[in-house]
Each structure stands twice: as structure tokens, then as C-alpha cells.
């Protein structure tokens, strides 16, 4: 029996452990309960109660183990009065049983409280508020535009994480090197798109829209406005043959067909943006194989190329994040939905003039298209005051959707694939160069995806 020393618990590295095990666990307690009774702090806390409170609990719950371990082994090399010996765990003994218990209970709690945390950790990481605005100067854009598209109450996880543990692991990793490239300001401005390590849309999309359901055509009408002192609207209707999987009719059809259960389209992109496909592979409803090539494309091209199954975001890749192609587009759309007064004269020409010259920030910007149609519309009657004040604010709102300065973000930076009147979209494919062995090329007839009236 060795004589009786201080006990191997009472060393300093395990004491400093046991106090930030406490004081965090205390802290993010508290913090918990406050939010279960309803408090909604800003996410900046959220950082600090769910990540780093955690964080510090965890080391604090490592220190007291290693500080017990490391003063043994100060002991065992002599460097210490004592020797060490095991204890010699005898539950009759009354002492021995009330310390296990307390162990029980602390281990008990130690385990409740890293599995809220997790959660929490979790929860709060997977939350909107998070991703959108944390890093407020870098996604910006993205959550500019999300809050004004159709999606605005789809959480950012559902289409860029969803469901299963691989996919989170991958998208926790990706977001250490986020978080490194956010801090250290080494991020791409613009962020690039694609997002060459998005989930295939069968788990995303696919949970939401059932794509062998759609069937019919979608009538939409492109409305565009002339640069004359009456803005003179033209209106052009599309049907577009969106089709569907075939629910109703014969078999897969129209503009769904690609995405259908039993076909299968592959292409080759030579470029990151995904921009040029000189090579498309399909396998359509009977299983027959064709391979559709450009002339002139070599196999070392695509060899380095990147091979895809195409998926909705090949066409939808800008379901959320709509950015107008230009400041015509933009100016159109506004006068279309009515942010422009299409009334007040030459207001097309004026916005799109304004719009199109470049800025350094917002506020510059701002400051140029209250001058410029200001000084435009100069001392009017007050009748169309109003209206000037309106076509200000329509004008500066159009910037802020569109152009992000501090992102390098601007008009065009991302194309737009479901069409073919602003980029290439669709005719990356159907331009009717893309040939078979047979001859056959997938068609750019006018009346393959829509008919007019
Ligand atoms: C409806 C699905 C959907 C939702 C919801 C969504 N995104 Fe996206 N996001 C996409 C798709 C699709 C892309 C483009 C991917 C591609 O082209 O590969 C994208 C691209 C991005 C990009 C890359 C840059 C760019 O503009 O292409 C960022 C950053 C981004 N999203 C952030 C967010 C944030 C932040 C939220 C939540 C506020 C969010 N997203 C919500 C589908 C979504
Ligand atoms: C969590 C559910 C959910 C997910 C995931 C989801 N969507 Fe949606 N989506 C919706 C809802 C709801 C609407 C209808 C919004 C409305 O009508 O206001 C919608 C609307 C749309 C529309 C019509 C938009 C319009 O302008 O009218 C398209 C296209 C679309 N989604 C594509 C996608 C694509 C592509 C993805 C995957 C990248 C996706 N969605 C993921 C729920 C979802
Ligand atoms: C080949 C390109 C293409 C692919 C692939 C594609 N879509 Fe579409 N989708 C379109 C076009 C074009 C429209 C018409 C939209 C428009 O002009 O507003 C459309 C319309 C839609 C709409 C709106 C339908 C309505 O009736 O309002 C939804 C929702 C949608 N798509 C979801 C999806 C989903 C989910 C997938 C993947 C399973 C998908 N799409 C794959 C091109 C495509
Ligand atoms: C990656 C290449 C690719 C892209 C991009 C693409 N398509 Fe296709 N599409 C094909 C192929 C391949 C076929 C089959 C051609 C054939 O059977 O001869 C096809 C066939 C079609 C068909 C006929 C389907 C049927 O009923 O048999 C429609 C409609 C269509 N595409 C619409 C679109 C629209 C709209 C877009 C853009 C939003 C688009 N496609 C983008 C490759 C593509
Ligand atoms: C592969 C399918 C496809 C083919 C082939 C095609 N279109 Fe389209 N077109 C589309 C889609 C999809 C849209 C709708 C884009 C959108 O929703 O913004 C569209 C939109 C349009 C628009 C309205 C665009 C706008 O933004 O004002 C016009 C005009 C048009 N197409 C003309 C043509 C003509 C002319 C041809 C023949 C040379 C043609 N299209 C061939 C798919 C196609």
C-alpha cells in the first residue's frame, strides 16, 4: 500500500478542465432554456452559444482525463512524492459506492448535455440564418435572391445538403474549408457556379417535385418594352411543352422527357462553367444507346472534360439565385411587374442607361440613379413627382438585385440555362450540330419546345 499523497485528480490541468466543463455546460444550459422559452437571439450568438461553448466544454471534459493521466505519469517517474497505484474499486465499501455514483450521474450528464449540443450544433448550422447570413458579405447574393424567389421558405440545407449522413459529413468538411477561405479572405469573387460538388437533384428537387406528374404545356408570356418616350410594351406567348414522365400519356414527352425515371441523358462539358457540351450520350425508353458528337471534338477533349447525368439543375441551375443577364432584362421584368411605372416617359431608356455603367459600391450607385433621373424628369408637376420618386426607388432596388460590388458580382456573371435568349442554355445541346453515327442531331426546331401564338 502506498502511503497516502494528494489524489492524482487534484492537478492543475484537470482542475482548469473541470471549471470550463462547468462554466459552459452553465452557460449553454442557460442559453438553451432561454430559447426554448422563446428568445431569438441574432445568429452571430449562435456561433458562440451552439459552436464554440461546445467546443469549449468538449476540451474542458478531455482536459480532466489527460490531466489525470499526465500527473500519473509524473508520479510513476518519480518526479512526484507518491507512487501511483490503481484504486482498488470495492463497491462494499460506502465511500467507493457514493463516488461511482456521482461518477454515473456527471458521465449521465456530460452525455445529455453533448447530445443537445450536437443537435443544437447541428440545427443551428443547417438554419437559414446561418448560411444566409453569417457571412453576410459573401452570401449576400445568394440571399438577396432567395428571399425573392419562389424557394424563400425552402431552408438553404434542403437543396445544397439534403437528407442522410454521407452528404452532411461531406458538406461539414466542404464548410471547414469555407470557413478557413472566409477568414482568411481567400474565396473567388464572384463564388463560382456551378457547385461541382451539389447532390444529384434526385434527392434534392425530387423530394419536393415529382417530376412524372408534370404534364401539358406552360403558356408564359415574355414581355419586353421599347427605349421610345412610351416605353411601348410587346408581349410575345409561349406554350412550352413541359411534358412530363409519361404519367398520362404514351410514355416520357416534351421538355421533362430528360429527367424521366426510365431515361437517361450523360454529357461531357469541356469547360467548369459547364458551358460547352460537344459530347451527349442518351439512353432512351427501349434502353438503345446514342451518342450525339460535334465534329472536330477529339477524345483527349473529352477526356479531360467533366461527365455529368444530367439532372434539373442542368436546366433549372438558377431555381433561387436568379440574377437578371442584364439591365435591359432587369428593366423589362420591373416594368412588367409594375416596381417601374411604365407611364413616366423614356423610363426604359433612362433606367437601362443608369443601370448599365459600373460602380464601386452601392451607395454610389444609388446616389448616380437618384441624380441622374432626377435631373432627367427635372421640376415636374406634382402629379408625376410621385412617380419619379417611384422609378427612383424601382431603379435603386433593380441594382441591389442584381449587382453586388463588394462580390464582383454583376450582369451576366450567372448564366441562366432554361432558355436560350440570353446564353446558350438549351442550344449547349440543340443547336443541331450534335450528331449521331446515323446521322440523327438533337433538333433546334422552333416548335420542338413551345409553340407560339
Ligand atoms: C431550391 C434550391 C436551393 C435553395 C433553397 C438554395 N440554393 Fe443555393 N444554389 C442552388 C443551386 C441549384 C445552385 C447552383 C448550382 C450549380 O449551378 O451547380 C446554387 C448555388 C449557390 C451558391 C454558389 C454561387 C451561385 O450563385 O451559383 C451559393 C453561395 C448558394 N447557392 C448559397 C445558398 C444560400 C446561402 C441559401 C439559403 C439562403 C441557398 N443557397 C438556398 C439551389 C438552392
Ligand atoms: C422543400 C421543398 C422544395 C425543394 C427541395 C425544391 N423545391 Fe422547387 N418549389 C417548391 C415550392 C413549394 C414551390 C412553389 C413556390 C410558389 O409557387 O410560390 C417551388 C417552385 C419551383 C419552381 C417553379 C418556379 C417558378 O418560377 O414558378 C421550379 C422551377 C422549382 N421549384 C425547381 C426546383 C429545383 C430545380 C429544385 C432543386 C434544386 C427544387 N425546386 C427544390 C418546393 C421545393
Ligand atoms: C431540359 C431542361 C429541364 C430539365 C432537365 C428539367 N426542367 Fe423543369 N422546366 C423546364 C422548363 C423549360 C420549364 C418551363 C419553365 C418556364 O419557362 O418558366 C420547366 C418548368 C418546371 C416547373 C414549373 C412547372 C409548372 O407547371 O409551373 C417545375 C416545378 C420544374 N420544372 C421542376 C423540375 C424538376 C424538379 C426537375 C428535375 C426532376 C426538372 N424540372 C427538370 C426545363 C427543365
Ligand atoms: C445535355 C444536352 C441537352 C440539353 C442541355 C438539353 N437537351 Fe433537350 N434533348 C437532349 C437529347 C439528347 C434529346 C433527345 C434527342 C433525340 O431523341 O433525337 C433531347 C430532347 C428534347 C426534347 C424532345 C423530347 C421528346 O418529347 O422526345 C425536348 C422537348 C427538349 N429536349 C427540350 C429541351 C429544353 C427546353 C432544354 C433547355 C431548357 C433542353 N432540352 C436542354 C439533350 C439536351
Ligand atoms: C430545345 C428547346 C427549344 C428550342 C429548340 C427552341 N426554344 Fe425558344 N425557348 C425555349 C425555352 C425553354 C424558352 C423559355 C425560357 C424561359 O422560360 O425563360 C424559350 C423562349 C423563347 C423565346 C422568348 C424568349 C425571351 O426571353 O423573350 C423566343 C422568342 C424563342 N424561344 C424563340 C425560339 C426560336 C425562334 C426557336 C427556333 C430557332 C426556338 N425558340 C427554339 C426552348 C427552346
Not at 86 to 96: E, F, G, K, S, Y
Not at 126 to 140: A, K, R, W, Y
Not at 294 to 320: F, K
Not at 343 to 363: I, K, M, Q, T
Request: proline fraction near 7%; include cysteine.
Amino acid at each position: 500500500m502506498a502511503e497516502k499523497g494528494s489524489r492524482p485528480v487534484f492537478n492543475p490541468l484537470t482542475v482548469i478542465g473541470a471549471i470550463l466543463t462547468t462554466v459552459s455546460a452553465v452557460l449553454f444550459l442557460t442559453f438553451f432554456f432561454l430559447e426554448l422559452l422563446g428568445l431569438h437571439a441574432n445568429p452571430y450568438f449562435g456561433i458562440f452559444f451552439f459552436l464554440i461553448l461546445p467546443g469549449l466544454f468538449l476540451m474542458g471534459l478531455l482536459l480532466v482525463p489527460l490531466g489525470i493521466w499526465r500527473e500519473r505519469r509524473r508520479r510513476l517517474r518519480g518526479l512526484a512524492p507518491t507512487e501511483w497505484h490503481w484504486p482498488r474499486i470495492d463497491l462494499n465499501d460506502a465511500r467507493t459506492r457514493r463516488t461511482a455514483a456521482v461518477v454515473a450521474a456527471l458521465t449521465l450528464a456530460n452525455i445529455v448535455i453533448v447530445s443537445l449540443a450536437a443537435f443544437k450544433g447541428v440545427e443551428y448550422m443547417d438554419s437559414t440564418p446561418f448560411c444566409g447570413e453569417v457571412c453576410h458579405t459573401v452570401m449576400e447574393p445568394e440571399y438577396a435572391a432567395y428571399q425573392d424567389g419562389p424557394h424563400s421558405r425552402v431552408k438553404c440545407v434542403e437543396c445544397h445538403i439534403g437528407p442522410g449522413a454521407p452528404f452532411f459529413v461531406k458538406a461539414k468538411v466542404d464548410g471547414l474549408r469555407q470557413v478557413w477561405a472566409v477568414t482568411f479572405d481567400t474565396y473567388q469573387r464572384p463564388i463560382p457556379s456551378p457547385v461541382h460538388t451539389l447532390r444529384p437533384a434526385r434527392d434534392t428537387c425530387e423530394q419536393c417535385h415529382w417530376p412524372e406528374r408534370f404534364s401539358g404545356d406552360l403558356r408564359r408570356t415574355f414581355r419586353t418594352y421599347a427605349d421610345d418616350e412610351a416605353n411601348t410594351e410587346q408581349a410575345q406567348v409561349l406554350n412550352l411543352k413541359v411534358g412530363g414522365g409519361g404519367w398520362r400519356r404514351g410514355g416520357p414527352h416534351g421538355i421533362h422527357w430528360h429527367t424521366a425515371s426510365n431515361i437517361l441523358v450523360e454529357y461531357i462539358a469541356t469547360d467548369p462553367a459547364r458551358g460547352t457540351i460537344p459530347y451527349v450520350r442518351m439512353v432512351d425508353a427501349t434502353g438503345a444507346v446514342t451518342e450525339f458528337v460535334v465534329e472536330g471534338v477529339t477524345p483527349e477533349m473529352l477526356a479531360a472534360g467533366e461527365r455529368r447525368t444530367m439532372d434539373c439543375i442542368d436546366c433549372h441551375n438558377r431555381p433561387t439565385h436568379r440574377f437578371a443577364p442584364s439591365p435591359e432584362r432587369a428593366v423589362d421584368a420591373a416594368l412588367a411587374s409594375g416596381l417601374l411605372p411604365q407611364d413616366l416617359p423614356f423610363l426604359r431608356r433612362e433606367a437601362v442607361a443608369v443601370l448599365s455603367e459600373g460602380y464601386p459600391d452601392r451607395p454610389a450607385a444609388e446616389r448616380a440613379i437618384a441624380e441622374r433621373l432626377q435631373a432627367f424628369y427635372g421640376q415636374t408637376a406634382e402629379a408625376t413627382e410621385a412617380r419619379v420618386a417611384r422609378a427612383i426607388a424601382g431603379t435603386q432596388r433593380v441594382f441591389a438585385q442584381n449587382v453586388f460590388p463588394k462580390m464582383g458580382l454583376t450582369w451576366g456573371a450567372h448564366p441562366n440555362h432554361l432558355g436560350h435568349t440570353d446564353s446558350p442554355g438549351c442550344f449547349r445541346c440543340h443547336d443541331g450540330e450534335h450528331r449521331s453515327k446515323d446521322g440523327r442531331t438533337i433538333s433546334q426546331d422552333c416548335e420542338l419546345c413551345h409553340t407560339f401564338e
